[in-house]
């Protein structure tokens, strides 16, 4: 079965093609600029008679939308047959809690959704209606970036606003990164040979974005970011948790607007917003390791808050058996891994340094003798939609 795993941004359309008989990755690409002028496509095919070396080809043109793109990315990928689509869907609120077969019911209960997300969802929709377009008979499933979330009780969801705000406009947390969490976490206990419902885990999904969760009993206790995807550790250029009263201030004193205040916290905070150079976590290290300010207090303050939610997760969970590091800079930065191992101690954590200096693979970091295993496992949320997908179309 060819499985074609679509991820729609307002102007970006990635894809992989995968064969899920073998797992093997036929093609994949990323689609830029959609109805922006100067659109380009970057794209990789598996060249059998290059004994599988990955063809690369750029393109350039005018795409006006994503019926257009889709219709570009079929074109490059013809002869394949795609027997279905797996789509990457930003928010699925409290009415999914797991991947679903989209019919037209499903795309109206999204559309529902759009005011939660109203940048992303709306991209989603139109991924999905270009395939049910282009590709007519071919089952399309939408995974949602919410629902492996969806376990955590209300003590956990609901934030201490009047409580009307949830019943009225759904104003809780819901936590995003889902299928990466799912991911990592399924395959850590695979790894090691633990029992999913039996270990108390914490997944750090560490990159551009990031966020921590907690996972006991087999279900999501708790997770960093929130009703949006803004709240919690710092990321590239999210400003994570702040004290909110600043906004009100800031409207008030800076004569901010509130699509001001939006902008700020989403586009120019962040790494960026405290180095005030860059929201790349490789060139705050290069500053870090130089002994710069401001980069040293920002990679403390990066550091910090991650910290904070790994200590609050063991407490709630009253300990921890697996420590899951994932996503851009945890996979990749040996620095990182360290910067957080040392402040693990006193759970007897010890990084065993002798197995950190890596990048992309999974492994176990902490020594032998360690109280609790940290692993990296590189995310595949590609790969975790395509599985979700072949699941939901098999039945
Ligand atoms: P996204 O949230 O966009 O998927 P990624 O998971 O790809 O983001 O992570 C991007 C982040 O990973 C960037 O901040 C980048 O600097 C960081 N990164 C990638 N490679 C390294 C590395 N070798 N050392 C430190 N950081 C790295």
Request: aromatic share 6%; with cysteine; net charge negative.
């Amino acid at each position: 079965m060819n499985i074609l795993v679509l991820n729609s941004g307002s102007s970006s359309l990635k894809y992989q093609l995968l064969n899920w008989d073998n797992q093997e990755v036929l093609a994949k690409g990323l689609v830029e600029r959609i109805g922006i002028e100067g659109w380009m496509i970057k794209h990789k095919t598996l060249d059998k008679s290059a004994g599988n070396e990955r063809k690369k080809s750029e393109i350039a043109g005018n795409l006006a939308n994503h019926n257009e793109a889709l219709g570009k990315v079929l074109e490059l990928i013809a002869g394949i047959k795609i027997d279905a689509v797996g789509h990457r869907v930003v928010h699925g609120g409290e009415l999914f809690t797991s991947s679903v077969l989209i019919t037209s019911e499903v795309k109206e209960q999204l559309r529902k959704l759009i005011p939660l997300a109203p940048l992303h969802q709306p991209a989603n929709l139109m991924g999905i209606e270009a395939c049910e377009e282009i590709l007519p008979g071919v089952p399309n499933v939408a995974v949602f970036d919410t629902a492996f979330h969806q376990t955590m009780k209300p003590e956990h969801y609901l934030y201490a606003l009047p409580r009307e705000l949830y019943e009225k406009y759904g104003i809780r947390r819901y936590g995003f990164h889902g299928t990466s969490h799912n991911y990592v976490s399924h395959r850590a206990c695979e790894i090691l040979g633990l029992d999913y419902a039996k270990t108390r885990m914490i997944t750090c999904h560490i990159g551009n974005g990031g966020s921590v969760t907690a996972i006991q009993n087999g279900e999501v206790v708790d997770t960093s970011l929130g009703f949006t995807p803004l709240e919690g550790v710092i990321m590239g250029t999210r400003c994570g948790d702040i004290d909110s009263a600043i906004l009100p201030f800031l409207a008030k004193n800076a004569n901010m607007s509130l699509e001001d205040l939006d902008t700020m916290m989403n586009k120019k905070s962040g790494l960026l917003g405290i180095s005030g150079v860059s929201s790349d976590h490789r060139e705050i290290e290069e500053w870090f390791l130089a002994g710069k300010e401001p980069e040293t207090t920002v990679m403390k303050m990066y550091t910090k808050g991650i910290l904070k939610y790994l200590g609050a997760y063991v407490a709630y969970m009253n300990g921890v058996d697996v420590i899951v590091f994932t996503a851009g800079i945890l996979e990749n930065s040996s620095l990182q891994r360290k910067l957080l191992m040392e402040n693990l101690w006193y759970l007897g954590i010890r990084l065993d340094e002798s197995k950190n200096d890596f990048r992309g693979e999974e492994r176990v970091i902490s020594t032998a003798d360690s109280k609790v295993t940290v692993i990296v496992v590189p995310t595949d949320e590609e790969l975790m939609i395509a599985k979700e997908t072949a699941m939901i179309v098999s039945h």
